[in-house]
């Protein structure tokens, strides 16, 4: 009977399928705000929407989280045989051969669900092309950039700035990929030092991240201003950077993050611990920003609805990890056999 759970959660394990909910919630975000904000008021956004529209997007979204996540865990099996021998690869529980599969399927989902939405979605080929293009920034942080830290760093917040603009790549609302650009590589940059990393994160390396990410900012918004501009003449840059009240949600969340992040800082358990309890945090609060986006943009209802996937996401963490121990548990003991 636990045959089959014996070998399906080690591929869970290795896509971190746990945490897929997120990477829904920042897809399901996009495109509600796109069928929101690109439309006449009050028209609906159900009849902007279809279901090839957003079940191929969501398995782009799927198909997307576990070929990065995978793909990380084959590149690193070396290295965390030392460092993480506890983990998929390392420990046994599933062979390279088998991961490899696994990522490649996923990278055909990515890739597949990405060509039929191009069909049905708003701008066509365009956001097929940011789905290769996310692919491939997740290729270049596996293979080089998390091993130079500040450009890793930047690199996993970009990553989640071009997949939530997968939906939509006019982005009728910049704010939205800017604030999951922003806590990304803000709150792995602090988890990255508090769980003592390496290569070191150094001052160099931290303002580097900060500096970086500014530039990246005004560089967006910048663009997202002209190209507006040339669409709206006349409007004011409120209007054109989608000033409103329904801001001071996202906002809220951002502050409240915020104060829990300097709670765990504080709690009295290893630094290491506290990076990691942040880090899980971290994700899991994309699923809040997306919440208040909707709610603040769509309606409260809809908001609500996405922020549904939260409890989903956090009890997913914990029916893993009971799992894990369950099976460590039901596994026979190995011993090595020691010649005197």
């Known amino acids: 009977m636990l045959h089959l759970p014996q070998k399906l959660l080690p591929i869970l394990q290795l896509t971190r399928m746990a945490l897929v909910f997120t990477a829904l919630a920042d897809s399901a975000c996009a495109l509600l705000l796109w069928a929101a904000l690109s ?9 902007w929407l279809n279901p090839v529209q ?3 997007l969501m398995a782009t979204s799927i198909g997307l989280y576990g070929y990065g996540m995978s ?37 055909v989902i990515a890739v597949t669900g990405g060509i039929v939405y191009s069909l049905n979605g708003p701008e066509g080929m365009i956001s097929l092309l940011i789905v290769v293009f996310t692919m491939a920034l997740i290729v270049f942080y596996d293979f080089a950039a998390k091993y130079l830290v500040a ?15 997968i939906a939509a790549p006019r982005l009728p609302l910049l704010w939205q990929p800017l604030f999951l650009l922003d806590h990304v590589t803000l709150v792995s940059t602090i988890a990255y030092w508090w769980e003592m990393k390496r290569p070191v994160l150094t001052r160099a390396h931290f303002w580097s991240v900060v500096s970086g990410l500014a530039g990246i900012n005004a560089l967006l918004i910048g663009v997202f201003i002209w190209r507006r501009t ?3 003449p006349g409007k004011s ?17 951002a502050i409240i993050f915020i104060i829990l992040a300097v709670l765990i ?10 990076g990691q309890a942040l880090m899980l945090l971290g994700l899991l609060w994309l699923i809040v920003y997306d919440a208040a986006f909707v709610a603040g943009f769509v309606g409260y209802l809809a908001g609500i609805v996405i922020l549904l996937l939260l409890p989903v996401a956090w009890f997913s ?17 190995k011993f090595k056999r020691v010649e005197t």
Request: charged residues 15%.
């Open 39 to 47: 439309h006449p008021a009050g028209s609906g956004i159900v009849r």
């Open 54 to 56: 957003v079940i191929s």
């Open 71 to 107: 793909l990380n865990d084959i590149i690193d099996r070396r290295r965390d045989q030392r460092l993480a021998a506890h983990r998929p690869l390392p420990s046994g529980r599933i062979g390279p051969v088998t991961a490899t599969v696994v990522c490649v399927l996923l990278g």
């Open 151 to 165: 450009p890793g760093l930047i690199t996993l917040g970009l990553i989640r700035f071009f997949h939530a603009a």
């Open 230 to 232: 040339q669409e709206l």
């Open 237 to 253: 840059l409120a209007a054109l950077l989608g000033i409103h009240p329904g801001l001071l949600l996202p906002i809220g969340a």
């Open 265 to 274: 800082g504080r709690r009295p358990l290893p630094r290491r611990q506290n």
């Open 317 to 333: 963490v914990q029916l893993m990890r009971w799992a894990s121990r369950l099976m460590v548990l039901t596994q026979r003991p």
